[in-house]
């Protein structure tokens, strides 16, 4: 890297130090101000390991991603967080009564679909903030022990919109829990590479199942069949192709026993299919071959129920209460939207933790008051932490690259949030 390019960089960042600040002094809450204290840690840890490696030659050039982009990438993405804080601290100070109410119940919501992951060991103590956006999304946060998760504008007049909530944490479950993501590719080892790319997806499918019962098997059906054909019909490399996604909710919903709502959400979904002409096959994301769509479908029902008896099995996860039940003979599907918008209307009182700071520490902030799983402000309590330490030197592309993306950090910005669940 050209030494005569660092100072523009300099200048960048120490732009980001004087946001961050003027936003922690504003913010409206320990929790916010902590959380983007954590921020402005974490991004002047990563600016000054790519600016000071590149520059000394301790991090070894990679043709694929000049220093240039990985200065911007890491400058953007702490831009990125910027926006979200902010934008969800503003709903929070200057939205309407509706909307702070709407946000209220999001956060209980997302604490609820947290606290079974905490229960039973898959996370430590951790918190939540929920923020309105175009869609349901959970933001990567490898700076705190906090999930922050999008709920759609709608949800303020729509109490279904909320249901994609426990999906989005079991994302969140799956990249913070430590080695889940090994263990499950070690559980799950021999499966085609099309259903690999979609495990993410089907384990955040089993964990919102686990969550919120059948209801979020309609919710889901009705999310999937407003796309567009191309979409309905196509592998992303990330989500299961969505005209099959659905028989994997019904799996799992039998599974848990819930038969009479899996029954008639499973004639529901072929009714739906039959509207789309009963597609056969789809071509795998980077592949050129089709794939029968009745192979892959049994084998992510196959695959749905192997990472719900690991959940089970070999985790313990037993939940005690779902957020809907199953329907009685002759019930229609719609009695379940009706029933959850009565049930979150009465929603249990549910504890938020905060998230706080104590010197250079930051933790959750426990019923018994004490602060919990704490971390330096700016570390993420993994081996990247580690990775970034001087003694480490030098590093081939190969090594830094897993720093840059710090377990999926730098993906998008919230304008680029993805729309599909």
């Known amino acids: 890297m050209n030494s005569s390019s660092l100072p523009v960089w300099d200048d960048r960042w120490e732009a980001y130090q004087d946001i961050l600040a003027n936003l922690i002094d504003d913010l409206p809450a320990p929790t916010f101000k902590a959380l983007a204290a954590c921020l402005q840690a974490f991004g002047d840890s990563q600016f000054q390991f790519f600016r000071d490696g590149f520059r000394d030659g301790n991090l070894w050039l990679s043709a694929q991603y000049p220093a240039e982009y990985v200065l911007r990438t890491t ?14 601290a503003q709903q929070r100070r200057d939205g309407t009564k509706k909307m702070q109410e709407t946000l209220h119940k999001a956060d209980q919501l997302a604490q609820l679909a947290l606290n079974l992951a905490v229960d039973n060991g898959l996370l430590k103590e951790s918190t939540v ?4 956006n175009k869609s349901a999304y959970v933001r990567t946060i490898p700076y705190a022990p906090l999930a922050l998760v999008a709920v759609p504008y709608t949800a303020a007049a729509v109490p279904h919109d909320y249901l994609a909530t426990p999906h989005e944490i079991g994302h969140h479950i799956y990249r913070h829990s430590p080695g889940l993501a090994a263990q499950l590719r070690a559980t799950l080892p021999i499966q085609p590479n099309w259903l690999h790319n979609w495990r993410e997806e089907i384990f955040a499918d089993v964990y919102g199942c686990l969550i919120a019962g059948p209801v979020i098997g309609l919710d889901f059906q009705d999310i999937l069949f407003d796309n567009d054909l191309e979409n309905f019909m196509s592998d992303d490399g990330e989500h299961p192709v969505e005209a099959i996604r659905p028989f994997a909710y019904v799996k799992v919903l039998a599974k848990l026993g819930f038969h009479n709502a899996a029954k008639v959400l499973k004639k529901k979904w072929k009714r739906k299919l039959a509207a789309r002409n009963n597609p056969e096959s789809f071509v795998p994301f980077g592949e050129f071959g089709a794939v029968s769509l009745k192979e892959a479908q049994t084998k992510l029902e196959a695959f749905a129920l192997q990472i719900l008896a690991y959940l089970q099995d070999e985790r313990g996860i037993q939940p005690q209460t779902f957020w809907s039940q199953d329907l009685a003979e002759g019930e229609t599907l719609n009695s379940l939207y009706k029933k959850f918008a009565i049930w979150v209307d009465h929603l249990p009182n549910v504890t938020v933790p905060e998230l706080k700071e104590e010197g250079d520490e930051v933790g959750v902030v426990n019923e018994n008051g004490e602060l919990v799983n704490k971390r330096r402000k700016g570390e993420t309590k993994t081996w990247i932490d580690e990775l970034k330490n001087p003694g480490r030197y030098p590093l081939p592309s190969s090594g830094w690259v897993t720093a840059l993306a ?3 950090w730098n993906v998008s910005g919230p304008e680029e949030d993805p729309d599909k669940p």
């Open 129 to 132: 903030i929920t923020y309105f």
């Open 406 to 408: 710090s377990e999926g």
């Open 75 to 88: 400058l953007d993405q702490v831009g990125y967080d910027v926006s979200v804080i902010d934008q969800a």
